[in-house]
């Protein structure tokens, strides 16, 4: 086979990038960590000497991290006076965690997922799954910290406007539930916005209702919502004005079983918000940013949660929304549109 050679130096070179890419991912994490992006953010241009002096670091790593960030482009660097900067844009992406252009939360969630390799591998040859509490509980914080503001920004202003007479029900005071909540995030932006209505949120993972508790009663919401432990297939309750499943339904076994189950618990006249990974339903529509992102995330940890469950679908986190037509479909719902999207998310309204 003939050989390119000039082709061949400029896939040599992206993976070079790649490589890069990867190291730079882990230490967005340590700055997190350390608090330097925030110190910097604060404090303006500083030498590495100030950065460290300013976060009780140690100026040797610190110098080290300023030049990989500056020529990964995550910092800014001014040779004449040999400080280093945020710049507006970079600030308000790697420390403003109530921003929907915060990227902080899919660095610290998916480093942690893909801290084990050797792990993955074994599964790639077996073909079984990896559960969700399988992993480490920075994936759990980050997930949170990368969905929670496109939440805030989209959800009450965007998503539930546009669900047929939602907004009136929840203002008026209607029940809902929030299967898969993890850390609560999307329950409490919905209990903030509609003080008349009350909130469940399930999630089989143990750990997260905990966190999800605690933060409830932080936002002073906790007289209005409560978390209990129940899977997708078997949550209590019924008559429910809502469901809602953020960004977790491609993760389940049986995502067919888990959609009848919530046709049975909605009122006559109830309504199923289900927010998923944006996709188009091919994959070569989907070789962009995006999908790299969630293609590599669903490889991770959306398939193997799917595989190491009952059933095992594994619809993946670009399923698409015609194979979740088909799982709806399947489970009984008849009405099914697609009410909103963002570019990373597919928001579809499904009633009975």
């Known amino acids: 086979m003939a050989v390119d050679e000039g082709k061949l130096h400029e896939f040599v070179n992206k993976a070079l990038g790649d490589i890069a890419g990867s190291l730079t991912a882990a230490l967005v994490v340590v700055g997190e960590r350390l608090g330097l992006y925030r110190a910097l953010a604060a404090g303006g241009p500083m030498t590495p000497a100030e950065l460290a002096a300013k976060t009780g670091t140690a100026e040797r790593y610190v110098r080290e991290w300023c030049a990989q960030q500056a020529a990964s482009e995550y910092l800014a660097y001014d040779a004449a006076t040999e400080r280093y900067r945020l710049l507006p844009e970079q600030a308000v992406a790697l420390t403003d965690d109530a921003s929907p252009f915060c990227v902080l939360g899919g660095f610290v969630g998916l480093t942690a997922a893909a801290r084990n390799p050797a792990r993955l591998v074994e599964r790639f040859k077996s073909g079984r799954g990896i559960g969700w509490d399988e992993h480490e509980p920075d994936l759990f914080e980050g997930t949170e910290r990368f969905f929670r503001p496109g939440y805030a920004a989209f959800l009450i202003g965007a998503w539930i406007p546009a ?88 993760d389940m076994g049986d995502p067919v ?77 008849t009405r099914i549109r697609r009410a909103a999207e963002t570019p990373f998310n597919l928001v579809l309204e499904a009633r009975p």
Request: charge should be negative; aromatic fraction near 10%; proline fraction near 4%.
């Open 163 to 250: 669900l047929e007479g939602v907004q009136e029900k929840l203002t008026r005071g209607a029940r809902v539930a929030d299967v898969g909540c993890g850390h609560g995030a999307s329950t409490i932006v919905l209990a903030q916005a509609f003080p008349k209505s009350t909130f469940v949120g399930f999630d089989y993972h143990g750990p997260s209702i905990e966190i999800a508790r605690a933060r409830a009663k932080d936002a002073g919401v906790g007289d209005r919502v409560r978390f209990e432990r129940a899977a997708a297939k078997d949550f209590p309750g019924t008559g429910y004005d809502m469901v809602a499943f953020f960004d977790c339904l491609h």
């Open 257 to 333: 079983g888990a959609a009848r189950h919530v046709l049975g618990t909605l009122a006559a006249d109830g309504t199923w918000l289900l927010v998923e990974p944006f996709a188009h339903d091919r994959v070569e529509d989907n070789l962009n940013p995006v999908g790299r992102l969630f293609y590599g995330a669903s490889t991770f940890v959306c398939t193997p949660a799917s595989l190491a469950q009952e059933v095992g679908l594994a619809l993946g986190a670009q399923a698409g929304e015609k194979r979740l037509r088909d799982v709806l479909t399947q489970a009984g719902f």
